[in-house]
């Protein structure tokens, strides 16, 4: 998943993204509510962790300018405030679900995780499995299979065999690759994609009749389509 953790608290923010990048998830940062209503409104996140008290713009406020554009994202709300009449107004203000710090950090991943799968299971939403040929990736559960076979995959494996998954069919280049997993917008001018996909290639593939993921010379990568 993508994340947009709109946190004014550094300190905070650096270790609910540490956590999260490590469960796998892409995240980004926002320090103040300005920079999360911009990021936000770009749209491309599956959740929002959104802190309330918020310098520029507070997170309600951000939260009700979101969904008065029709942004239906799903919000988690984190505040220090934690009486029943604070959580009603950030409920109704438009986030999804409330948590009050401090906070365990594997109830907070569990509420993320919730949230994404009732948008997924929704009218629109994205979706939560995602299945080539015999190989099944379940995003929420961070399950592989091909033929019924469970797979352990690495977090940077899951996320490559996740994206290619999400393009199947597709020529999916290496820039595309460096920005949507590795979150780079540069060429590092390593061999790390080559490293990652023959990794990859060698808990999918091996054994199997059928090899799923392609190298277009020149080009990038493909995972099979439904019609191979």
């Given at each position: ?10 300190e ?79 409920l ?14 594997s ?82 001018q ?24 392609q ?14």
């Amino acid at each position: 998943m993508k994340i947009l953790i709109v946190e004014d608290d550094r300190e905070a923010a650096r270790f609910l993204a540490k956590g999260l990048t490590e469960a796998g998830h892409v995240v980004d940062h926002a320090a103040d509510g300005l920079d999360g209503y911009a990021l936000a409104e770009a749209g491309g996140y599956d959740v929002l962790v959104v802190d309330r008290m918020l310098p520029k713009l507070e997170g309600l406020s951000l939260i009700r300018s979101l969904r008065e554009q029709g942004d239906t994202t799903p919000v988690l709300i984190l505040s220090a405030l934690g009486q029943v009449d604070d959580r009603v107004k950030g409920l109704r203000a438009g986030g999804d679900d409330y948590l009050t710090k401090p906070y365990a950090f594997s109830e907070l991943l569990a509420r993320v995780e919730v949230l994404a799968r009732r948008r997924g299971a929704g009218a629109g939403g994205e979706d939560t499995v995602y299945r080539v040929g015999d190989l099944e990736l379940d995003r929420l559960s961070r399950r592989v299979t091909r033929a019924g076979r469970e797979i352990e995959l690495q977090p940077r494996e899951f996320r490559l065999l996740e994206y290619l998954m999400k393009n199947a069919g597709q020529v999916v280049t290496r820039t595309m690759l460096l920005e949507h997993v590795w979150d780079y917008h540069f060429d590092p001018q390593t061999n790390v994609i080559d490293v990652h996909v023959s990794r990859l290639r060698a808990k999918i593939d091996k054994g199997f009749e059928t090899a799923l993921i392609q190298t277009v010379r020149g080009a990038g990568y493909r995972i099979r389509g439904s019609g191979g």
